[in-house]
C-alpha cells in the first residue's frame, strides 16, 4: 500500500503544470464561508496569494489556501477545490480551517 501511494503522489508530482495567469478574480464559496469574491494573483511562477471578501457568518468563517486548480486553455475561466488553515483580521484576529470551490475569471 505504501509503495502504491508513492508512486502515486510522484506521478502528481511530474505530471504538475505551473498555471498560465497573472490575476483571477471571480466567487468562491464553501464551508463554514457562504459566497465571497475572492480574487487570486501571482507574484513569482511558484508563489501566489489570494483573498476573499463578504459573504462570511459571525461565528464560522472560511477560504482555503491548499487544493487543486485548473485553467482552461480555450476559454479564461479558472476553477479550484481547496481546503487548508485559514487566518482572518476582522472582525477579530482569528484562526480556523476551512475548503471551498472557487471560479474565476483568468487574467493573463
Request: glycine share 14%; proline share 4%; charged share 10%.
Amino acid at each position: 500500500m505504501k509503495s502504491i501511494a508513492v508512486l502515486f503522489f510522484i506521478c502528481i508530482i511530474t505530471n504538475s503544470f505551473a498555471q498560465d495567469y497573472k490575476t483571477a478574480i471571480g466567487i468562491k464559496g464553501g464551508y463554514p464561508g457562504y459566497g465571497t469574491i475572492n480574487v487570486k494573483h501571482f507574484l513569482t511562477s511558484a508563489t501566489a496569494i489570494e483573498g476573499s471578501l463578504g459573504g462570511f457568518s459571525r461565528s464560522n468563517y472560511g477560504n482555503g489556501a491548499m487544493g487543486l486548480e485548473y485553467t482552461f486553455d480555450e476559454v479564461p475561466i479558472n476553477c479550484s477545490l481547496n481546503t487548508g488553515p485559514i487566518l482572518f483580521f476582522s472582525p477579530n484576529v482569528t484562526f480556523n480551517w476551512g475548503g471551498g470551490l472557487a471560479i474565476r475569471y483568468a487574467i493573463r
